[in-house]
């Protein structure tokens, strides 16, 4: 992938080592011990407020961020420009599940972070040009490997202007499961 056409040249940051293995434990904990919504083909948490997935733009309550999710959020905010990140959805990917291609709605802010806990996995990305939604690779696709315990930063035209996702046969060829946990603030 040339540079200049690469995510990684508009806006998208790998940070490695966001948090340390014994966090990364702790937090799997704690996830792994909260209540699960089974909605969807993997199994999701949401705080702060529900993201719908049906693409209206409705923007409901969830429950307050654990104490954990708080911690991180606090510890992302320079990612933020020093905003408090106030909404998180914790997604569970077991071999053979995925997310399909997406760009975040427009009613939350500039900038998503996802923290990567418990495996690498692979996730493409594509410029929101042409076919946008097609499952599967397309011409110009870019595939990055999101190292576990790392936080992918997506702002700018890497937040906008490209989607991003997991697609469900490139995460059958994974072994161990991968969870995130995406944070996010409201726009303005
Ligand atoms: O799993 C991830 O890193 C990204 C999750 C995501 O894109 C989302 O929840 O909208």
């Given at each position: 992938?040339?540079r200049?056409?690469?995510i990684?040249?508009?806006?998208?940051?790998?940070?490695p080592?966001?948090v340390?293995p014994?966090?990364?434990?702790r937090?799997?904990?704690?996830?792994?011990?909260?209540p699960?919504l089974?909605?969807?083909r993997?199994?999701?948490?949401?705080?702060?407020?529900?993201?719908?997935?049906?693409?209206?733009?409705?923007?409901?309550?969830?429950?307050?961020?654990p104490?954990?999710?708080?911690?991180?959020?606090?510890?992302?905010?320079?990612?933020?420009?020093?905003?408090l990140?106030?909404?998180?959805i914790v997604?569970?990917?077991?071999?053979?599940?995925?997310?399909?291609m997406?760009?975040?709605?427009?009613?939350?802010?500039?900038?998503?972070?996802?923290?990567?806990?418990?495996?690498?996995?692979p996730?493409?990305?594509?410029?929101?040009?042409?076919?946008?939604?097609a499952?599967?690779a397309?011409?110009?696709?870019?595939?990055?490997?999101?190292p576990?315990r790392?936080?992918?930063?997506?702002?700018?035209?890497?937040?906008?202007?490209?989607?991003?996702?997991?697609?469900?046969?490139?995460?059958?060829?994974?072994?161990?499961?991968r969870?995130?946990?995406?944070f996010?603030?409201?726009?303005?």
């Amino acid at each position: 992938m040339a540079r200049d056409t690469s995510i990684f040249a508009h806006g998208a940051v790998i940070v490695p080592d966001f948090v340390t293995p014994a966090e990364e434990a702790r937090l799997l904990l704690r996830i792994a011990e909260a209540p699960w919504l089974p909605e969807l083909r993997r199994r999701v948490q949401h705080y702060g407020y529900r993201y719908s997935y049906s693409g209206d733009g409705s923007r409901e309550p969830a429950p307050a961020f654990p104490r954990w999710a708080a911690c991180m959020a606090e510890r992302l905010r320079p990612h933020f420009a020093g905003a408090l990140p106030v909404q998180c959805i914790v997604n569970e990917y077991r071999p053979g599940q995925g997310i399909g291609m997406h760009a975040d709605h427009r009613q939350f802010g500039p900038v998503v972070a996802s923290l990567s806990l418990g495996a690498d996995w692979p996730m493409r990305f594509r410029p929101r040009a042409a076919r946008p939604y097609a499952a599967g690779a397309l011409p110009g696709d870019e595939v990055a490997v999101l190292p576990r315990r790392s936080v992918l930063v997506l702002a700018g035209d890497a937040r906008h202007r490209w989607m991003h996702g997991i697609d469900r046969g490139m995460s059958a060829r994974e072994t161990a499961t991968r969870v995130s946990a995406t944070f996010r603030t409201l726009a303005p």
